[in-house]
């Protein structure tokens, strides 16, 4: 997947006989024992650029001189047109070694495009140590691996919110924002059961909530706060800070939900009033400042709930957008993300998902390549030329898209390539909280 995904010298036709390769597929035959020494680590396709060089010294009877040339075309393709030049010399010159007509001219397509996407090996070498390491960690401490991504943000494709549901799909306890338990960033607990620790979310996590206030929170809650009153006089914060705690809904220990503890915010100022302070000291539990009958205020909707959560927080731990719309989903013959792996090669689908992100690499000649998720997963779209043409203001506005197509299945790797589109964003509430990330 990393080789589709990030590598792509797909042009050459160099990435799919590799694989295929690799996975025993389709036999591995060199023509001559100098090709088996240049390409043996990559089962005879050539994927490097010292291996072009290599191949064009040792087969084509270039000099060292000609081969870097060679390299230096292959490395700025873009400003200089590719290694077209060298396609006489190349192929004369395996011919003259006794190379087949065909395997030159192949040979030569396989170097052409690394004008697409070529890289040296320790470009390779240093991005796949890099890229397992990452693996390792995701698949034997998923909870580490998620807290230090939430704590490295922003960073990278995929945002808050598709890391915690991607650790919850992994078995991960993510836990809440707590004034009581949270610290700045992101923090592993104990749990009584489970492989894996649990991962707090941090104060780092609410929109609007400085640093600074947060190391203060942090710093006089020794020991624990008991009520939103004692945070406010311990701690000295602007309500301003405590009003965006409450819209995180982080003062649920105390028994009050985001409504109930924004209500309890509003009759509190920055600092207490004078002659409420002179009359507490001394006491060991002092008065609060508001004293108000108890108003019980009517209780959110799950699916308002999260929309909340969205926009004080860019996540949810208590529910999918898409979720709150699956029963009609569900009545148009719309399948779920996380069905994809059991449907069978080739059959005609349709998904509605979340866009995370929408990819158009100029090594892919115009293709576009787009992320969805719902409350099972995500997908990988495939949307050629033409039919970003035709659709373009759905695949370019929505956040809640819906798409018709055809899957796509390599093995582990499975795409869906896109017929139609439709945008579906009218019908989720809060899309406007719900942004992609878009990379050329």
Same mark, same amino acid.
């Given at each position: 997947?990393? +080789? ?20 025993? +597929? ?53 400003? /200089? ?10 192929? %004369? ?15 030569? &397509? ?26 390792? *960690? @995701? =698949? ?22 598709? !890391? ?13 924002? =707590? !004034? ?5 960033? =992101?923090?592993?607990?104990? /749990? ?8 707090? +979310? ?8 400085? %640093? ?14 008991? &009520? ?37 915010? @509003? ?19 002092? +008065? ?26 860019? #996540? &949810? ?11 009609? *989903? ?6 779920? =993300? ?37 409350? /099972?997963?995500?997908?990988?779209? !495939?949307?050629? @030329? ?14 809640? #898209? ?6 796509? @299945? ?31």
């Amino acid at each position: 997947d990393l +080789l589709h995904r990030k590598g792509r010298p797909h042009k050459g036709d160099m990435v799919h006989p590799y694989l295929r390769r690799r996975q025993k +597929l389709e036999p591995v035959t060199y023509p001559s024992e100098t090709l088996r020494g240049i390409l043996g680590k990559t089962l005879g396709v050539p994927l490097f650029q010292e291996q072009a060089m290599q191949v064009a010294i040792h087969c084509a009877g270039f000099t060292p001189g000609e081969a870097d040339q060679l390299r230096r075309a292959m490395a700025t393709f873009k400003m /200089t047109g590719g290694v077209s030049p060298f396609r006489d010399k190349l192929v %004369n010159g395996m011919l003259a070694n006794g190379y087949e007509q065909g395997f030159a001219e192949q040979t030569f &397509s396989q170097l052409e495009g690394f004008g697409s996407y070529g890289f040296p090996e320790s470009h390779a070498a240093s991005f796949a140590l890099i890229a397992y390491a990452s693996a390792w *960690l @995701k =698949c034997h401490y998923p909870d580490v691996f998620c807290a230090a991504l939430l704590n490295s943000q922003p960073m990278g494709f995929y945002a808050p919110s598709q !890391i915690v549901q991607d650790a919850q799909r992994h078995g991960v306890e993510v836990r809440p924002i =707590c !004034i009581n338990a949270s610290r700045w960033d =992101c923090t592993l607990e104990r /749990t009584r059961t489970g492989r894996h620790a649990a991962v707090r +979310l941090g104060f780092r996590m609410v929109k609007g909530l400085a %640093n600074g206030h947060g190391a203060v929170l942090i710093a006089a809650r020794m020991p624990d706060y008991e &009520s939103i009153d004692d945070v406010w006089r311990r701690a000295d914060v602007p309500v301003s800070a405590l009003e965006c705690l409450a819209e995180a809904d982080a003062f649920r220990v105390f028994g009050q939900m985001r409504r109930a503890a924004l209500w309890s915010l @509003k009759g509190l100022a920055d600092t207490a009033l004078p002659l409420f302070e002179a009359a507490d000291r001394g006491r060991n539990f002092p +008065l609060p400042e508001v004293i108000e009958p108890e108003i019980t205020l009517p209780q959110m909707s799950e699916r308002a709930s999260v929309h909340e959560d969205y926009r004080a927080t860019g #996540l &949810s731990l208590n529910g999918h957008p898409v979720a709150f719309l699956r029963e009609g *989903l569900r009545k148009e013959g719309i399948v779920r =993300c996380g069905d994809l792996p059991y449907l069978r090669d080739g059959r005609r689908i349709q998904l509605t998902g979340l866009v995370l992100m929408r990819q158009r690499p100029g090594t892919a000649n115009g293709t576009m390549f787009v992320t969805m998720e719902d409350e /099972t997963g995500t997908a990988n779209l !495939i949307v050629w @030329k033409d039919v970003q043409e035709k659709y373009r203001r759905p695949l370019l506005a929505s956040r809640l #898209l819906a798409c018709k197509g055809r899957l796509q @299945k390599e093995g582990e790797v499975i795409h869906v390539v896109v017929l139609s589109l439709e945008d579906r964003t009218p019908s989720l509430q809060g899309s406007e909280l719900l942004k992609a990330r878009d990379f050329r």
